[in-house]
């Protein structure tokens, strides 16, 4: 898996920091821990969800993809797909 650089340099940066003055405290780790648990215990997690019509436009290999979002999934190339990985699974 390859990051980008902005994402590298912005966790390096963030290493620096924690090294020169210390991470989070205690008391804040536990609070966000609680936070992102629901009362099921298992994990909360934001689930992305652009809104319909809305494009997304992507390249890959000198070639330029439009995706448009739609009620129930993704429209691409005629055919509604109900994930994005789906459709990266088409094109590569």
Known sequence: ????KSYLVSKIAYKIQELAFGGLPENTRKRM???STNINGSIVKKKYKPLIGAKIIKEYHDKTYEIVVVDGGFSFEGEVFKSLSAIATKIT
Request: charged share 15%; proline share 0%.
């Open 1 to 4: 898996m390859s990051y980008s």
């Open 33 to 35: 821990d609680q936070l």
